[in-house]
Nanobody
Framework: QVQLVESGGGLVQAGGSLRLSCAASGSIFNINTMGWYRQAPGKQRELVATSTSDGTTNYADSVKGRFTISRDNAKVMVYLQMNSLKPEDTAVYYC??????????????WGQGTQVTVSS
């Protein structure tokens, strides 16, 4: 019902920057929260940043001050500006959306993931 497509991943040097983009389609008027998660090899998927429709944002401690999430509600897009990248940021990054299938039923949707690799 909600489809997410990420773009912007790639290979960068430590200290560099990348901007990830995610486009949502489908039941876009029911989306509440959008954000980003990541999963590094051998690790569990973890929260990176989220943004709700009212503008509330949340960041993992490891990315505070370096990453910025932004959201364009008119275009139903969410972005992740990543600065001062570190090798430990290397992971597959997934776009995330939480939406209402019904007024009392919340559904989570995920993009296919985009690889971010930060070299030393």
């Amino acid at each position: 019902q909600v489809q997410l497509v990420e773009s912007g991943g790639g290979l960068v040097q430590a200290g560099g920057s990348l901007r990830l983009s995610c486009a949502a389609s489908g039941s876009i008027f029911n989306i509440n929260t959008m954000g980003w998660y990541r999963q590094a090899p051998g690790k569990q998927r973890e929260l990176v940043a989220t943004s709700t429709s009212d503008g509330t944002t949340n960041y993992a401690d490891s990315v505070k001050g370096r990453f910025t999430i932004s959201r364009d509600n008119a275009k139903v897009m969410v972005y992740l500006q990543m600065n001062s990248l570190k090798p430990e940021d290397t992971a597959v990054y997934y776009c995330y959306a939480r939406w209402h299938r019904t007024p009392i039923t919340l559904i989570d949707s995920w993009g296919q993931g985009t690889q971010v690799t930060v070299s030393s």
